[in-house]
T-cell receptor, first 115, second 108 residues
Framework: NAGVMQNPRHLVRRRGQEARLRCSPMKGHSHVYWYRQLPEEGLKFMVYLQKENIIDESGMPKERFSAEFPKEGPSILRIQQVVRGDSAAYFC?????????????FGQGTRLTVV | DAKTTQPTSMDCAEGRAANLPCNHSTISGNEYVYWYRQIHSQGPQYIIHGLKNNETNEMASLIITEDRKSSTLILPHATLRDTAVYYCIVSGTYKYIFGTGTRLKVLA
């Protein structure tokens, strides 16, 4: 039973390029969450998606960031025109439902470095 | 979601029980207490969660006080591999608010 799979594990981008981070939830999970962890800080919620729907994007920066979770395939977090401040670890989590009694499981993250 | 307060760091001898406290005095009736840990910079690992009853699984035990204003995570026999940052999260929704956690160091 594979866990939450994220790729790539490490990503280096030059300023101004685009970064695409992928997340495949655990089998049977249709709820996906993205979090960002800046160096020496805690994780911060970014966005919550279900298949083909963005449910809550209150933690997403207003510009350059977007997320999707298509009917087929992994969830994608896309960062356009990356800047140095986007360097961080991006974690994806998934859960079976959105019940408050249901735990979410996290992937190993994608470490984005902007040079 | 309610705010939590945890000690910044703790040490524990290998083989002994590690007791990690968490205060959540503003917790509301429908909010659960979740514990996760993060080893090095890996993804957070789910440990345990509960509402008001004590819970136990293969990893840990969770003791929640009767008034639910605080809880304790217990690792019964800590090993070096339990060295990590432990996060106590109070959540009534799908969204987790991570604080700075407790940095537990298990000493040989």
């Amino acid at each position: 039973n594979a866990g939450v799979m994220q790729n790539p594990r490490h990503l280096v981008r030059r300023r101004g390029q685009e970064a695409r981070l992928r997340c495949s939830p655990m089998k049977g999970h249709s709820h996906v969450y993205w979090y960002r962890q800046l160096p020496e800080e805690g994780l911060k919620f970014m966005v919550y998606l279900q298949k083909e729907n963005i449910i809550d994007e209150s933690g997403m920066p207003k510009e350059r960031f977007s997320a999707e979770f298509p009917k087929e395939g992994p969830s994608i977090l896309r960062i356009q025109q990356v800047v140095r401040g986007d360097s961080a670890a991006y974690f994806c989590a998934s859960s079976r439902n959105r019940d408050r009694n249901t735990e979410a499981f996290f992937g190993q993250g994608t470490r984005l470095t902007v040079v | 979601d309610a705010k939590t307060t945890q000690p910044t760091s703790m040490d524990c001898a290998e083989g002994r029980a590690a007791n990690l406290p968490c205060n959540h005095s503003t917790i509301s009736g429908n909010e659960y207490v979740y514990w996760y840990r993060q080893i090095h910079s890996q993804g957070p690992q789910y440990i345990i969660h509960g509402l008001k009853n004590n819970e136990t699984n293969e990893m840990a035990s969770l003791i929640i006080t009767e008034d639910r204003k605080s809880s304790t995570l217990i690792l019964p026999h800590a090993t070096l591999r339990d060295t990590a940052v432990y996060y106590c999260i109070v959540s009534g929704t799908y969204k987790y608010i991570f604080g700075t956690g407790t940095r537990l160091k298990v000493l040989a």
